[in-house]
Structure formats: structure tokens, C-alpha cells
């Protein structure tokens, strides 16, 4: 599955560490936590980004 370049209709990310996007393509996008990898990151053209911890969870830094 390819998403690079198509504009995200809404993510979700939830305190376990999962990982849902959906795409204005009606595109879905769900990822696990991995026990031992840092499963997925995201970020805006603002400066915030998340990354999904290994064992799940999530860590955000907010745009300055």
C-alpha cells in the first residue's frame, strides 16, 4: 500500500499505541504497537509529531 502524498482525512491515535489514518481516498491505515520497534510516527507541517513507543504507548511533541 502506497500513501505517500495522499492527503489524510483524520488519524487517530490511541494510549495503547495504535495507529489509525484514513485518507480522503477512503484509504485505511491501522498500526499495532511492535513490542520491540517504534511501530509508526506522524507529523504535521506545524511542528507536532507522534511516535508510538515499542511496547505501545505514545510520545507527542507539540509545535513550538
Avoid at 491505515?29 to 507536532?48: I, K, Q, R, W
Amino acid at each position: 500500500m502506497n500513501v505517500l502524498g495522499k492527503k489524510v482525512e483524520y488519524a487517530i491515535a490511541s494510549d495503547d499505541g495504535t495507529l489509525n489514518l484514513k485518507f480522503a481516498d477512503v484509504t485505511l491505515l491501522t498500526v499495532s504497537p511492535n513490542p520491540h520497534f517504534e511501530a509508526c510516527g506522524a507529523s504535521a507541517t506545524n511542528g507536532f509529531r507522534l511516535v508510538c513507543l515499542p511496547g505501545g504507548g505514545l510520545a507527542t511533541w507539540k509545535p513550538e
